[in-house]
């Protein structure tokens, strides 16, 4: 009973840290492009800071793209981690929507 | 009287050495996040090269690595080596950053300098104290073992477009699947509204 109650507990753990490890892109519209970052309003509507850099890609329909598809108004989800000297968020791979970019708000 | 002050000496050195070892434990802590020490990788790998029985280490892969042999390889990696290793090989997902030591970077020369004997053992083996277990019975026969040391020795030239194909082959939960259709929709611009996940964890 013990050993069948251990194994049960070492299972869930497991299972729990691999659901919490992996983690979730970061998603929402870009709202301006940098050299080395660019910004986007999250989905609650929070602005994130993304530094980008020459082993970040860039993906649009499946195929890989170059930074030049970033753009003001697209839909992004991002895979990154966090980079812990600069406290900011490093983006791995950024998948770029094919939905038409939204026109910026205006001011 | 000689003899009884080299034993004296010997145990003050392993005094020291263990006070050394819990005062570093005191203060690092014993957290998987840190990257190991230089004296702690340095002697982790002697060890390891050690460990690898000379006959082991110079048997030639059998497996030819072809474009069929590759492509098994890779689906198997995508499936069983990528949640820690990655599709690339690098070690950047978000187990393998938790380990202690984290997994290498195979596209570095310290993996891809060990011989395809040394690949295969620690594949069938496993690396005791480390987050690699053992996928083999020890044998040498494991076609689909030699069949990812081959794979391995591919993984600094790999493409985008075979990282994407590996991609859409590693596992995932039904809750990750929906998510993904969600986070797609989102991308179609086919709605807005798309729920936080568990964090930005990555």
Redesign the interface.
């Known amino acids: 009973m013990l050993k069948k109650s251990t194994f049960v507990l070492i299972a869930a753990l497991f299972s729990a840290s691999l659901l919490f490890g992996h983690g979730d892109p970061i998603v929402g519209t870009v709202t301006d492009v940098k050299n080395d970052n660019f910004t986007i309003k999250d989905t609650s509507n929070k602005p994130v800071m993304i530094m980008v850099s020459k082993d970040t890609k860039y993906i649009k329909d499946k195929k890989t793209v170059t930074k030049d598809e970033l753009k003001v108004g697209a839909r992004v989800v991002i895979d990154a981690h966090m980079d812990q000297k600069m406290n900011m968020y490093h983006a791995e791979e950024v998948e770029i929507g094919s939905a038409p970019p939204a026109a910026p708000a205006k001011k | 009287m000689k003899r009884r002050i080299k034993i004296l000496l010997i145990l003050a050195i392993v005094l020291v050495a263990a006070a050394l070892a819990v005062a570093a434990v005191g203060h690092r802590g014993f957290s998987s996040r840190e990257d190991p020490t230089f004296v702690e990788a340095f002697i982790a790998r002697r060890v390891r090269q050690m460990g690898v029985p000379p006959d082991a280490r110079e048997r030639p892969n059998p497996v030819q690595p072809g474009a069929d042999a590759i492509a098994d390889a890779m689906t198997h990696f995508a499936d069983h080596c990528a949640?820690c290793h990655g599709n690339d090989g690098r070690g950047?997902t978000?187990?393998g950053?938790?380990l202690y030591p984290k997994p290498p970077d195979m596209t570095q020369p310290e993996t891809q300098n060990l011989s395809d004997g040394e690949l295969y053992y620690i594949i069938e083996n496993g690396v005791r104290l480390t987050g690699m277990p053992a996928f083999g019975n020890g044998g040498y026969e494991d076609e689909d073992t030699w069949k990812l040391v081959g794979f391995i020795r591919r993984l600094p030239d790999l493409t985008?477009?075979e990282?994407?194909r590996m991609k859409d082959m590693n596992p995932r939960?039904p809750?990750?699947l929906k998510?993904e259709e969600e986070?797609q929709r989102?991308?179609?611009?086919e709605t807005d509204n798309?729920?936080?996940?568990?964090?930005?964890?990555?």
Do not use: N, Y
Request: no cysteine.
């Open positions: 949640i950047r978000a187990i950053q938790g985008d477009e990282l994407m939960t809750a990750e998510r986070l989102f991308l179609r611009g798309v729920p936080a996940g568990d964090s930005h964890r990555h």
